[in-house]
């Protein structure tokens, strides 16, 4: 539970140090303070606050042990519980994901009403989201921090209908079967239907969170590629903290290019981005997929990752995709077909995790250094403004174009080769 909460007041520390160095406050504060502020006056208050609305939703929250109870068929049975509710509520809120039973908010107890599905899924985005706006509020840039907020909505919004969109489609298995078909079922938690599934699917993976409330492996092929890409890009609101950390590279990317369309130095924040800040942000920039291609490309011609895979073929490699975009991305959910409790899939994914946690956020933070360092630059008719609409669909841009060109092999290679693998064998 302590890491839980540690987790999250970290990434909420570490933006806000370096919000304050690029406010020009001339310092960007104290670790440990913001640690506890964090702790005592946000992550704290609201995991009350949720923790009480799961547990009127039907949640469990008992220091008891389990109940054994019996059955109507007479078979008594073992069911676990404990302090479900305040669990659930800091997993949820802090985007830490895992879940008090096995199968996550899939478990009637851990997730038993519609309500309950809403309040989880609304504190999945809760604190991500507010980051923009703390950032935009140190800086004393809220109409940066609107433009921000809005390309990530929409890149979220776009996600999420698409998902439920594709996912629409019948499961592939049951292709040329005599029975009716319907919406993609398998993998789901009835009691919420299929739109759900891939809703839950894409807020889980672009906030870092990593619970999941359907299995992901059952997705159709496309659908299950949603979820890669939010992890891919980490940026559509991301985890608590850090990804609004994430979003500040591709801002940085974005006004260079601008500046260097317009003939002018690049200025983000008054503050002029030179040679030093864009070797920092694209190295920075670079690990994300070093981590994930690099992990796929071992696991994938080795037996690591080949004898652990369900299947054969490209959703094989899907699955070992999945992990490792999961493991950089600090996330947690998987395609859970793959075999990964082993010892060169729990070493190397949880290198991954601890680099990709703090190397992210280190060379942010060198790079709001560089620049609280420079002396601030007045604003004039000739400087691009980063709270204009402009500026949205140049960062928006960037974001998709430069994803696309890091991570386009593994999605033609795993989802979109098996997503066409079942087309063709639908036609014959």
């Known amino acids: 539970m302590w890491l839980q909460f540690a987790s999250a007041a970290t990434g909420i520390a570490a933006l806000s140090g370096l919000a304050r160095a690029l406010s020009g406050q001339g310092s960007v504060g104290n670790f440990y303070v913001d640690v506890w502020r964090a702790t005592t006056l946000v992550l704290l208050p609201l995991a009350v606050v949720w923790a009480v609305l799961l547990a009127v939703s039907g949640v469990p929250m008992t220091f008891q042990g389990a109940a054994v109870v019996t059955t109507l068929e007479g078979v008594q049975q073992t069911i676990a519980r404990g302090p479900v509710a305040a669990f659930v509520a800091i997993k949820q809120l802090g985007t830490n994901g895992g879940g008090f039973y096995g199968t996550n908010c899939a478990h009637p107890l851990e997730n038993p009403t519609w309500w309950s599905n809403l309040a989880n899924h609304l504190a999945i985005m809760l604190l991500p989201m507010a980051s923009v706006w703390m950032f935009g509020r140190i800086t004393g840039r809220l109409r940066h921090a609107g433009v921000l907020f809005t390309v990530m909505v929409v890149m979220v919004v776009a996600l999420g209908g698409l998902a439920v969109w594709l996912e629409q489609a019948p499961t592939a298995a049951f292709q040329n079967l005599p029975i009716a078909e319907s919406a993609n079922l398998e993998g789901k938690e009835l009691?919420?239907?299929?739109?759900?599934?891939?809703?839950?699917?894409?807020?889980?993976?672009?906030?870092?969170?990593?619970?999941?409330?359907?299995?992901?492996?059952?997705?159709?092929?496309?659908?299950?590629?949603?979820?890669?890409?939010?992890?891919?890009?980490?940026?559509?609101?991301?985890?608590?903290?850090?990804?609004?950390?994430?979003?500040?590279?591709?801002?940085?990317?974005?006004?260079?290019?601008?500046?260097?369309?317009?003939?002018?130095?690049?200025?983000?924040?008054?503050?002029?981005?030179?040679?030093?800040?864009?070797?920092?942000?694209?190295?920075?920039?670079?690990?994300?997929?070093?981590?994930?291609?690099?992990?796929?490309?071992?696991?994938?011609?080795?037996?690591?990752?080949?004898?652990?895979?369900?299947?054969?073929?490209?959703?094989?490699?899907?699955?070992?995709?999945?992990?490792?975009?999961?493991?950089?991305?600090?996330?947690?959910?998987?395609?859970?077909?793959?075999?990964?409790?082993?010892?060169?899939?729990?070493?190397?994914?949880?290198?991954?995790?601890?680099?990709?946690?703090?190397?992210?956020?280190?060379?942010?933070?060198?790079?709001?250094?560089?620049?609280?360092?420079?002396?601030?630059?007045?604003?004039?008719?000739?400087?691009?403004?980063?709270?204009?609409?402009?500026?949205?669909?140049?960062?928006?841009?960037?974001?998709?174009?430069?994803?696309?060109?890091?991570?386009?092999?593994?999605?033609?290679?795993?989802?979109?080769?098996?997503?066409?693998?079942?087309?063709?064998?639908?036609?014959?």
């Open 191 to 428: 009691r919420f239907g299929t739109p759900a599934g891939p809703l839950w699917a894409v807020a889980t993976t672009v906030t870092s969170n990593g619970s999941v409330n359907a299995m992901h492996d059952s997705l159709n092929p496309l659908t299950g590629l949603l979820p890669m890409a939010g992890m891919w890009l980490n940026v559509v609101f991301g985890g608590v903290g850090v990804g609004m950390i994430n979003m500040f590279l591709f801002i940085i990317i974005a006004v260079f290019l601008a500046g260097m369309m317009v003939g002018r130095t690049p200025e983000y924040l008054t503050r002029k981005i030179e040679t030093k800040e864009m070797k920092l942000a694209l190295m920075a920039l670079l690990l994300h997929p070093l981590f994930i291609l690099g992990g796929v490309a071992v696991f994938s011609v080795t037996p690591w990752g080949r004898e652990t895979t369900q299947d054969g073929g490209s959703h094989g490699l899907s699955e070992i995709i999945y992990e490792f975009s999961s493991a950089a991305a600090n996330n947690g959910s998987g395609f859970e077909g793959l075999r990964d409790n082993t010892m060169p899939w729990n070493v190397a994914t949880g290198v991954i995790m601890l680099l990709a946690r703090y190397l992210p956020i280190l060379l942010p933070l060198a790079i709001a250094a560089s620049l609280a360092a420079k002396p601030g630059v007045s604003e004039n008719a000739g400087t691009f403004r980063t709270d204009s609409w402009m500026f949205g669909i140049i960062l928006a841009g960037t974001i998709i174009i430069v994803g696309a060109l890091l991570f386009l092999p593994l999605a033609v290679l795993g989802p979109i080769s098996e997503h066409l693998a079942g087309m063709a064998s639908g036609v014959k």
